[in-house]
């Protein structure tokens, strides 16, 4: 199986290095790889319904626990007869639709490929890790796939709102997931679904994996990205954003029914925001006049009833699941694909502009009309099959009875925007100009055909549709009912709701324009679109406000706030920790007295100084000072190089001053910043006095190290002094680098003074150059005139 | 035994309070003095961390071990002026450069930073009429 998904990236490797010249011929070279999952997975269909699924692991990093599991089992194979089969007539619809050699192609034939691939690896996932990898796989495909080349605004702004709608959600169901393997002890879901947990972290665990399924599913109020996300190519909607990856979310919720069979809250949270993205999604499709938005609201409507059935958790409810997502898969990509046609060919796909097309392309309007008998759920079709099913699912009182309530209100929307699209997209208009088509190659007419086919076989050959979903159901259930689907079940409950929400679907339908008309006059309190934007529009203004008062743009600032920082932090810690000071004395030796008020004289002298050579002698001052503080500390080759460093330093200002201006130039808002500076400063001072004491203190016993020197100089070294024999001989590595960051510098200053020299004689060249040619010219115009005379 | 006496302490601490306050400074001449008197201050610092009292050159032979300063701050310390230099000189071919070139020597807020400071005033001013933008657009 592993090596199943990874033929698909491989492939998809392959595809975008040679794409560059074969741009319609890569598309059936792409649909091999789906078309070899497709056949595999046929091939082991025995097997599976027999309760014997397919099973590879790979232990990638056996330390951390960390495997690739994936497991055939009935929902894995109901998931994959739609994402790789409907990948394979997406692959070759493609190769008409992308009909010249562009960017978009060129990128399509990939990128789609390795989305299957993806797409394949995430239904299979045995293991939640697994299955989230794959998931941000997918969502990571969706993006590239819907910005394209992310030249228009409009696929920029849609794909970002896809990628952090569903990236949100994916990072806290990751945490979910978390929570789950960690309570529970196992990561394998096979093993979590065959001894399900039970507690207040598995209850917490679903609330984090829902948000994680409502996000990519589109529930409400997420649902808002994936009508943004139709900025797409058609067929990249048809196969992500309608056939395959919006219903992940679904699959995880089936996937993690049996787990969480144990969670009570479960089944309630799914109705209710699924039937209120059902009725939303419903009755925002009957608002859209872009085909392409209507059929996005419609999917996210059956979205809705998706994940009402996913979450019921009953047998029925499962079977109904197996059979919709069935349908949905076949019923949704058709009518894409179609809508894909008629934009293609006619150049257009709203509502308003279309008119007689049904006359005009008869084949490609009956393919339509037989998806979406599916969708309004017209018998024979699997979509009524499986409606059926539904209905029967929630037959009752009370709550249940409420949502079966729900269903059949979203489901005579569903009749009424079916009806809307058939209507708007074939029909003849009265007043209209029939829309000029170009005639359908029936190459692009095939893939939809055999979708459209696939509703109605899947329907009328319903005892083989049963089976798989019968199997499903029992597994995922726990249980076996008696229900089965089929198309006649006798005059029962659930047809005449099928009667009803047919009938009451077309008088809505028919109704819809004057309908349309008062729904402009309501109010519109809540918008989630309007809402996404505000969220992203006030982190925005949040970022700025932040960085706005972090980073304010000034050095002396932010250097007080690090000392500060400095202060608060070790200095209160100085404070708290009362160490006793040993010895307290005022002098170890008279000269440093006079030694010390030198230098704080001139210290005091460096900070009231205005002029720059004052200050630079005044530090002079201190420098030598401190020199004199070595000799008497016992340290007369520090002293020696303080001497004639302080020198060359003191050369090397005045060098320099030579070409500043004689004083520093003072800002009037320096004045007013000057006692804060003052003071910080002066508790840095402070502290640095106090720490230098309590440190010094602190320390009880003589450096080992030091004593090795010492005694190890004169045999070692034959020196007797030790310092220069640390500096020469034991510690020469550090010496060494340190000469080298004195080259380093050296090489820096030389760059420095060299350039601005050389940048001088530039400067004197080019005014040299333009005084020569200024006298040059008039020459020039001389010779010219005498010319033209 | 090892304790810096009083007047060091003193020393340092006015080191450190003039190094940080030069450090505070606008002026890029300034800044750098800060830093070499700060240099100065932590070398001082590195000496006495190695003790103050037994106060005789680490040389062989003239005094017994006991009495010896600590070479090994010594040693540091050394490393640590010549080093102080390098920095310095190198500084101070960049303010030389930095007045070259800009005229003045002068550490200016960083430009990125100022305008990010605008946007933030231009955003808050504009707030209110975005609000009523989107009223408007949601009504439409």
């Known amino acids: 199986m592993l090596a199943l998904v990874v033929s698909h990236l491989l492939v998809a490797l392959v595809l975008s290095l040679v794409s560059m010249r074969h741009s319609r011929a890569i598309y059936p070279v792409a649909a091999l790889p789906p078309t070899a999952a497709l056949c595999w997975a046929l091939a082991h269909a025995d097997s599976v319904l027999a309760g014997s699924p397919p099973v590879t692991r790979m232990n990638w990093s056996a330390t951390l626990g960390l495997e690739f599991a994936f497991r055939l089992d009935t929902l894995a194979l109901v998931m994959t007869l739609l994402v790789s089969g409907i990948g394979v007539l997406v692959l070759l619809y493609c190769r008409w639709y992308f009909g010249t050699p562009s960017g978009d192609a060129k990128r399509s034939a990939s990128l789609l490929l390795a989305f299957a691939g993806v797409m394949f690896g995430l239904v299979l996932a045995d293991d939640l890790l697994t299955l989230y990898v794959f998931w941000e796989l997918t969502t990571i495909c969706s993006f590239l796939l819907v910005g394209q080349s992310g030249v228009s605004r409009e696929s920029r702004r849609a794909s970002l709102q896809a990628l952090l709608v569903t990236t949100l959600g994916g990072l806290v169901m990751l945490l979910g997931f978390i929570v789950l393997g960690e309570s529970s002890g196992t990561y394998r879901i096979s093993e979590l679904a065959a001894d399900p947990p039970d507690g207040a972290a598995v209850a917490v665990a679903t609330g984090l994996i829902l ?35 919006v219903k992940a979310g679904v699959f995880l919720v089936a996937r993690l029914t049996p787990v969480l069979s144990e969670v009570s809250y479960l089944p309630v949270v799914t109705a209710v925001f699924g039937l209120v993205t059902m009725f939303l999604g419903g009755w925002r499709a009957l608002r859209e006049h872009d085909l392409k938005l209507l059929l996005a609201y419609g999917t996210v409507s059956q979205l809705g009833f998706l994940m009402v059935l996913a979450g019921s958790g009953s047998y029925t409810g499962e079977l109904a699941l197996a059979g ?91 009749v009424a925007y079916t009806a809307r699209l058939l209507f708007g997209c074939f029909a003849s208009k009265r007043g209209a100009v029939p829309t000029e088509a170009h005639p359908v190659p029936a190459g692009m007419l095939l893939p939809p055909a055999v979708t459209a086919l696939a509703c109605l076989v899947l329907g009328v050959a319903y005892p083989l549709t049963d089976e798989l979903a019968a199997t499903y159901a029992e597994r995922a259930a726990g249980s076996s009912g008696e229900y089965h689907l089929g198309l006649w079940h006798g005059f029962n409950q659930p047809l005449v709701f099928s009667a009803v929400t047919l009938f009451a679907g077309l008088t809505l339908a028919a109704h819809n324009a004057r309908l349309n008309l008062l729904r402009s006059r309501l109010p519109r309190p809540l918008d989630a679109q309007r809402g996404y934007e505000r969220i992203m529009g006030s982190l925005e203004r949040l970022a700025v406000g932040v960085t706005g008062r972090v980073q304010v743009g000034s050095l002396p600032t932010y250097l007080g706030i690090i000392l500060l920082a400095v202060l608060v932090v070790p200095g209160s810690v100085l404070l708290m920790r009362v160490t006793p000071i040993e010895q307290l004395r005022w002098w170890d030796n008279v000269l440093q007295l006079p030694l010390a ?134 510690r020469a590595f550090d010496t060494v680098g340190e000469l080298s960051v004195l080259a380093v510098t050296a090489t820096g200053v030389a760059s420095l003074v060299l350039s601005s020299r050389s940048a001088r004689r530039r400067k004197h060249a080019r005014s040299d150059w333009r005084q020569l040619s200024a006298t040059a010219r008039p020459t020039a115009g001389e010779h010219g005139e005498r010319g033209s005379a | 035994m090892n304790t810096v006496n009083l007047t060091m302490a003193v020393v340092l601490g006015g080191l450190y309070a003039t190094g940080f306050y030069l ?111 989107l009223d408007s657009e949601a009504t439409r």
């Open chain 1, 211 to 245: 948000v994680g399924a409502f996000t990519k599913s589109a529930q409400v109020p997420f649902h808002n990205w994936l009508p943004a996300a139709m900025v797409a190519p058609t067929p990249i909607s048809a196969y992500l954003h309608a056939a395959s990856m």
């Open chain 1, 324 to 414: 919709m997502l069935l349908a949905h898969g076949a019923f949704k990509a058709t009518l894409f694909l179609v809508i894909g046609i008629v934009d293609h060919q006619t150049g257009t796909r709203d509502i308003r502009e279309l008119s007689g097309l049904g006359r005009r392309m008869p084949w490609v309007t009956s393919v339509a009309v037989l998806a979406a008998m599916s969708m309004a759920g017209v018998p024979p079709t699997i979509g009524f099959v499986a409606k059926e099913a539904a209905f029967e699912t929630y037959l009752g009182t009370g709550a249940v009875a409420a949502v079966e309530a729900g269903i059949v209100a979203g489901s005579v929307l569903t």
């Open chain 1, 597 to 730: 008020l030198v230098i704080l004289v001139a210290a005091a002298g460096v900070v009231r100084a205005t002029r720059r050579i004052t200050a630079v002698l005044l530090v002079g001052v201190i420098g030598y000072g401190i020199g004199g503080m070595f000799i008497v500390g016992g340290g007369p080759d520090l002293a020696l190089t303080q001497f004639l460093v302080e020198t060359l330093t003191l050369i090397a200002f005045v060098l320099v001053l030579r070409r500043l201006p004689a004083r520093f130039t003072e800002t009037p808002s320096a004045r007013r910043v000057r006692l804060p500076k003052v003071l910080v400063s002066l508790a840095g001072g402070v502290f640095v006095g106090f720490a230098a004491l309590i440190f010094s203190s602190a320390r009880d016993t003589p450096s080992r190290v030091s004593a090795e020197y010492l005694e190890h100089a004169e045999e070692g070294t034959s020196a007797t002094n030790v310092v220069n024999a640390i500096i020469v001989d034991f």
């Open chain 2, 23 to 133: 450090l505070l400074q606008r002026s890029l001449m300034r800044v750098l003095l800060g830093i070499v008197i700060l240099g100065h201050g932590a070398n001082l610092l590195l000496q006495l961390a190695g003790g103050s009292q037994a106060g005789r050159p680490p040389m062989l032979g003239d005094v017994p071990i006991g009495q010896m300063a600590d070479p090994l701050p010594q040693a540091m310390a050394l490393t640590a002026i010549v080093i102080t230099f390098a920095l310095t000189t190198f500084l101070l071919a960049l303010a030389y450069r930095a007045w070259q070139l800009l005229g003045h020597d002068e550490v200016q807020d960083d430009v990125e930073d100022r305008r990010i400071r605008r946007l933030e005033a231009e955003l808050a001013h504009a707030d209110e009429e975005t609000e009523q933008e």
